[in-house]
């Protein structure tokens, strides 16, 4: 065989792994991306039921429940863009936090059994979201990674790839104050 | 739980009496020891000058691990009575001091389908052995421990059997309260340290014996351990920042390479020290401050993974 024909043949293996590669990254964000959305769609399931048991109660948290009860609106429309979608988880998960912070104002409603199944469930789903943000964030680092290093930049501008906004994570979150502690107090 | 002094009070109040009594046992066991081992010595020292003309150098050396060999067995059974008894009276009231609804069998480990359910080591073990297994619950968390050591049986060309270790230490199973489908294993990250974060992470995304690479959010985590999974999500679920701190901590508190996984409900943990643990010493005093440290601090390591990780943080929906 012909030394150019190896060389050929080398780069046209470099390129396909490039390309596989790029495609690889771009499907793992779209496909964790995935995984947040029905993790967040698992929360929008919960909301009504916790409005419905603790609004009776809260008398002085009412802008509150109306608050999450807006936003879950909003999420739940066609056609939101993802970066609305982040947009919109980020209010909740504040608004929620608040809720669950207001509960502990109230006694009878600290031991009600159906609110604590539904504090636990949360927690539980809170965690969730917050571990797929964190995937949503690795696989989103390796792709924008992908398009700004040298060779794969080029490909990437060659074949129209964006970066991709990440899930801002807040102060708060960073210092993973378990929401879970917040309960047991 | 315990605290390690609360657990040094007892072991020097409580039990100082019975201390003192294997203390004499132990001096009279190191004698004999001593003794038998003279004769021994002379023995096979007499036997190899008088054959040593009509054999060859193969079969004398062959004949020096053999008599190596049968001394230890000897060693073994001199102080087995003794050891047993050590075990006995300090380690298994040591053992009911922490928990009384705790278990101590000395002479059985942890089942060898644990430890190969864990999927911590790729090779399935030929041989297994081990001892001091205590089981219980602690704060109604299931938790079982003891020593093990596994072991690869190897042939070369010429039929020869050898014999390597996978694992030697301690190796906690748990329950783990948070519901999950997958696996997940935490290593300790080898790949990057010898050969730095480019060709190490590159090795570590193409190590084909084992699930995907997860990649964590904590440098520091990142550095000391690697993250296989077989959910990117999942793992993450598990791994919070706080779980990651804790075996950080664990991790640096114990000084020991630690392997964890979380497969089918469960927790399973290896921590690996090379050593037979909680066998008393015989040419050291029972009486020594260190010696006893390292059995407690062992001991507390171990019974300490349920306080540690919170895992009966009964917050989950996971009943």
């Known amino acids: 065989m012909s030394t150019p024909l190896i060389i050929l043949i080398v780069l046209a293996i470099i390129l396909v792994l490039m390309y596989n590669s790029l495609v690889a990254k771009k499907n793992q964000v779209e496909n964790i991306f995935a995984s947040v959305d029905t993790q967040l769609k698992k929360r929008y399931d919960l909301i009504p039921n916790l409005v419905a048991s603790v609004s009776k109660y809260m008398d002085h948290e009412k802008s509150l429940l109306e608050e999450v009860t807006k936003l879950r609106s909003e999420a739940n429309r066609p056609n939101i863009s993802d970066k609305q979608k982040m947009n919109l988880d980020a209010k909740i998960t504040k608004a929620l936090g608040s809720i669950m912070i207001a509960v502990e104002n109230y006694p009878d409603l600290k031991a009600n059994e159906n609110v604590m199944h539904l504090q636990r469930s949360l927690n539980e789903v809170e965690e969730q979201i917050a571990a797929a943000r964190r995937a949503y964030n690795q696989a989103v680092t390796d792709y924008n990674n992908a398009l700004e290093m040298i060779p794969t930049n080029i490909m990437a501008s060659m074949m129209g790839y964006k970066e991709k906004d990440v899930f801002e994570i807040t102060e708060d979150e960073r210092k993973n104050v378990n929401v879970g502690e917040l309960f047991s107090k | ?319």
């Not at chain 2, 040094?8 to 190191?30: G, H, I, M, S, W």
């Not at chain 2, 864990?118 to 399935?124: D, G």
């Not at chain 2, 570590?204 to 993250?227: G, I, W, Y």
Request: net charge neutral; glycine share 4%.
């Open chain 2, 1 to 319: 739980m315990k605290t390690i002094s609360e657990l040094t009070d007892f072991y020097y109040k409580t039990l100082y009496p019975v201390l003192q009594e294997l203390e004499e046992d132990r001096k009279a066991l190191k004698q004999r020891v001593i003794s038998f081992a003279s004769v021994y010595i002379i023995a096979v020292a007499l036997i190899a000058l008088s054959i040593y003309k009509y054999v060859d150098i193969d079969m004398l050396f062959f004949m020096g691990v053999f008599a190596l060999a049968g001394f230890g067995w000897l060693y073994r059974f001199l102080v087995s009575d003794y050891t047993s008894d050590f075990k006995q009276r300090v380690i298994a009231p040591l053992i009911h001091e922490i928990d009384e609804n705790l278990d101590y069998l000395p002479e059985l480990h942890v089942p060898v389908a644990n430890f190969n359910r864990s999927k911590l080591f790729t090779s399935r073990p030929d041989r297994v052995s081990g001892n001091d297994y205590v089981r219980g619950k602690i704060d109604g968390i299931d938790i079982a421990f003891s020593d093990f050591h596994a072991e690869k049986r190897h042939k070369d060309s010429k039929g020869r059997e050898s014999w390597t270790t996978i694992f030697q230490g301690l190796f906690i199973i748990s329950d783990f309260h948070k519901t999950f489908h997958g696996e997940t294993v935490i290593l300790p990250d080898y790949a990057q340290s010898t050969f730095g974060d480019l060709i190490g992470s590159w090795l570590q995304t193409n190590n084909f014996s084992r699930k995907q690479l997860v990649k964590m959010d904590s440098p520091e985590f990142e550095k000391a351990f690697v993250v296989y999974g077989t959910d990117q999500v999942e793992a993450r679920y598990i791994l919070t920042h706080t779980l990651m701190q804790k075996l950080l901590n664990y991790k640096k508190r114990s000084k020991h390479p630690l392997y964890v996984s979380f497969i089918r409900g469960k927790i399973y943990m290896a921590i690996e020290y090379n050593d037979d643990m909680f066998e008393p010493a015989v040419f050291r005093s029972l009486l020594n401050y260190k010696i006893a440290m390292q059995y407690l601090a062992t001991l507390h390591l171990a019974i300490g993974i349920v306080e540690e990780l919170k895992l009966n943080q009964k917050l989950w929906s996971k009943k």
